[in-house]
């Protein structure tokens, strides 16, 4: 066995080499693809501390980030054959390293023009088939659907597609465009609130006709009511002069011609003729016969 410091220290210095050439680290952060010859020969490595083949086989990292793409304004026609400017964004990350590899060798740049083309290319179908109105009130639903869509898509570019959101919809610097559009919206608006208000005066004068009936209703079942109550009350009276007059019948005959008297003498200008033998003045004479 040689004894010379030289071959030792060279000895030590191959074999840290080779020890470094054998492992290597993964970040939580990242995505790592390990090659052979140029060749794939492993993926989506968990993080942490992993061995390779020294020399043969090397590794190359990607960034697993969450990362935006922040599309320049566009231009979309809408059903109404509008022109409108539209900004938005989305947010994306790799899914599969040895896919997005293959589809974009690895480029960032080249990964975010084909997302900006598939998403664009959605965004265009949706306000292609919609009004303006329709754009401004139906965000969600147009995300919604342009998701749905490039989900499929992305999926050969080895991402997926986090979040897409519409920064702002703007209609192009003209008057007469802005003018025209503010008016067809004015005017649906005015529609929407005449039919609103034809509405609720329909239901209000239904409103007013119900409790017009059940007013009367009620009316005719107290008059009725108070009719039968009358009713009875009379013939309950009737009843008790009846039993009382039975009793006295000279005396009932008294009080009836009083009652006579009294009615036929209550005005001053009153005069009559009679025979003063007559029925009426039966009673003026002392014993009433």
């Excluded at 409108?84 to 975010?112: C, H, L, P």
């Excluded at 897409?164 to 503010?182: E, G, Q």
């Excluded at 009737?238 to 039993?243: L, R, S």
Aim: hydrophobic share 40%; no cysteine.
């Amino acid at each position: 066995m040689t004894k010379n410091p030289a071959f030792w220290l060279i000895a030590a210095f191959v074999a840290l080499i080779t020890l470094s050439s054998s492992i290597f680290i993964v970040d939580q952060r990242e995505r790592v693809v390990l090659f052979q010859f140029g060749q794939i020969k492993g993926t989506d490595f968990a993080p942490g501390l992993h061995l390779k083949t020294p020399f043969l086989q090397s590794v190359f990292r990607f960034d697993g980030r969450i990362l935006t793409l922040d599309n320049q304004t566009e231009n979309f026609l809408t059903g109404e054959k509008k022109n409108v400017e539209v900004d938005f964004y989305a947010k994306w990350r790799i899914a599969d390293a040895g896919t997005y590899y293959r589809a974009t060798r690895g480029q960032e740049i080249v990964a975010s023009d084909r997302l900006a083309s598939i998403l664009n290319r959605g965004l265009r179908d949706q306000f292609g088939g919609r009004t303006i109105q329709q754009l401004v009130s139906d965000r969600d639903s147009i995300i919604t659907e342009v998701a749905k869509d490039a989900a499929d898509k992305v999926k050969s570019l080895g991402i997926a597609v986090v979040d897409i959101r519409i920064k702002s919809i703007n209609l192009p610097k003209d008057a007469d465009v802005t003018d025209s559009v503010y008016n067809r919206m004015r005017a649906e608006r005015s529609r929407v609130a005449s039919d609103l208000r034809a509405r609720g005066a329909e239901e209000a004068e239904k409103i007013r006709a119900e409790a017009d009936r059940e007013a009367q209703t009620t009316l005719a079942n107290s008059y009725k009511k108070a009719e039968t109550l009358k009713g009875e009350g009379d013939a309950k009276a009737a009843e008790v002069y009846a039993k009382a007059y039975g009793q006295d019948p000279e005396f009932y005959s008294f009080y009836r011609s009083l009652n006579v008297y009294r009615d036929a003498f209550s005005g001053g200008q009153n005069i009559m003729v009679l025979e003063p033998r007559g029925e009426l003045f039966r009673y003026f004479k002392g014993d009433g016969k």
